[in-house]
């Protein structure tokens, strides 16, 4: 059975960092490009970060490029995302999602995890 | 980035009716949206790509048009278990970003 799940979060002071990850399970992982979607309570969706499965290609949001960092593990099933220099707005629950159309122009998530939550505060 | 402005932030609508729900981009992405349905509680679901190609398992109630920057999420009949937000998401191209969401309640 396929399935994603996030660990990691927690509360963390603001400043500092925290690393969060996805393990997959039931699917080819390494071919596949995978994502991190944040939603702060009550908000909106959120992209935050994607990485190809060469692990070397990665692309970011504005709002956290030069802060966070994501890669993987294809060994291990494993994606990561390590977020410093935390701040009050990073505040949310953080998913993991799958681009089933990886090497097609377009991109549909069409696995994600449950989440895993980020409180940011002092 | 590019700006996808999503309307109406919220409606009301009774079961069986049609809804349109309306998403634009800052600039022209071609087909290049998708949408998806959340819960609350829930990771969101995917229901179109491609602006119009309708996810495996999704109803057929469900449809999306749309090209350049104006896209369209449209559910006909409307059905008790559609009551949920939806988003839409441009993949044209990085950053990807997601319209503000619009919230779908059932009468």
């Known amino acids: 059975q396929v399935h994603l799940e996030e660990s990691g979060g927690g509360v963390v002071q603001p400043g500092r960092s925290l690393r969060v990850i996805c393990e997959a399970s039931?699917?080819?992982?390494?071919?596949?490009?995978m994502h991190w979607v944040r939603q702060a309570p009550g908000k909106g969706l959120e992209w935050v970060a994607l990485v190809w499965p060469d692990a070397n290609t990665k692309y970011y949001a504005d709002s956290v490029r030069g802060r966070f960092t994501v890669s993987r593990d294809n060994s291990k099933n494993t994606l990561y995302l390590d977020m410093n220099n935390l701040r009050p707005e990073d505040a949310a629950l953080y998913y993991c999602t799958r681009d089933y159309l990886t090497g097609d122009k377009r991109e549909a998530f069409d696995l994600w995890g449950q989440g895993t939550m980020v409180t940011v505060s002092s | 980035a590019i700006q996808m402005t999503q309307s109406p932030p919220s409606l009301s609508a009774s079961v069986g009716d049609r809804v349109t729900i309306t998403c634009r981009a800052s600039q022209d992405i071609s087909d290049d949206l998708g949408w998806y349905q959340q819960k609350p509680g829930k990771a969101p679901k995917l229901l179109i790509f491609g602006a119009s190609t309708l996810e495996s398992g999704v109803p057929s109630r469900f449809s999306g048009g749309g090209v350049g920057t104006d896209f369209t999420l449209t559910i006909t009949s409307l059905q008790p278990e559609d009551s949920a937000t939806y988003y839409c998401l441009q993949d044209n191209g990085y950053p990807l970003t997601f319209g503000q969401g619009t919230k779908l309640e059932i009468k």
């Open positions: 039931g699917l080819s992982f390494s071919s596949y490009t």
